[in-house]
């Protein structure tokens, strides 16, 4: 009995391994999720995970939320994937899914009045080796301590294109499709989350 | 409406210009534009700066362990899903099945006093319209309440 269970472990295992490695593409790995194979949906989440997660995490702000309700989306995608064509950018429909349900989390996260900035997951970057002056550094960590401080009062949707564009380093073109807006719309939002920013900073720093 | 429309058109070049995403054309209009006025240029030296600050910023980085589970979870929910699916399905087919056989033995029990059967009869009838009215009407608003996404 053992032998015969070791041996569909590791025929299973074979399949796993055999069907991930055989996935060059996205379409790929979704035509086979179609055709209901689990294992090829492996392939699209471990690509997307870490994207996912940092995007949701721009939204909710914290670490665990984040890393449910990026997974949470996942699922659903997984059980709507019939519906999506594999021609098309499978982040850019999963973002959709991703995007509403960290903005109803941050709404009814607001109907129990948590505030953001109770918990949050920013962190300070690293200082770079030239900032060797520790004046200089202490006032550039003072700084970006501020702009977490002036983030986390942003509305969601204000922090998320700040979160795209400077954390995520996304192009303006791939901002454009992940939130399915004209380019000129991604930089008029930009200014508008920036300049709130900056206004919050002004608050901080008048 | 001239003067709005150039403002918006400095805004987003503004922010291509913050962004290093201006091509050689806009760079040449934005660069006009700032000549022009003192203003624009201080207003570009502002987002300049917090756009320095901003980009030296970054997540907190979960762990490995994180990213090595991650893909583990997402599958046992999509298992358990389809788990949960079969459970309801089955419950409610036994349900039915138990329903129905309860109802046949208490009509054929010739011992029970006829009051006792109707009795017990208007119970379970009663119990299973709740149960469907109350599904309906979630279901119900589910589809067509126009305020779903209102906070109550």
Redesign the interface.
Known sequence: MEYVLEQADRYFARDKASTLQSITSDSEAVRLCQQGN?QA??YL??AY??RA??CA??IVGS?EAA?DIS??A??RA??AISRFEPEKQFFTWYYKILRNLCLNFV??RK?HARSFSEIN?????RL?DDEQNIDENLE?KE??AQ??TALNSLKPQEREI?TL???QDY??KEIADILDIPL?TV??R??NA?KA??AK?ERIYP | MSVSVNRERFEQLMMAAVDGELSTLEQREFENMIAADELLRKEFDEFKKIKEVTSTMHFASPTNEVWDQYWLDIYSRIERGLAWFLFTVGSAILLTYVSYKLIETILQNQALAWTARIGILGLLAGIALLFVSVIREKWYVRKKDPYKEIQR
Do not use: C, N, T, W
């Open positions: 689990r949906y492996g989440v471990k995970m870490q997660y940092y995490l721009g670490h890393l997974q949470d996942f699922v997984f059980r709404r009814d109907a997951d920013y962190e300070i970057g770079s550039r700084l970006r702009v977490r700040i564009k400077d954390f192009s303006y000129g930089m008029s930009l200014y920036r920013l900056k900073l």
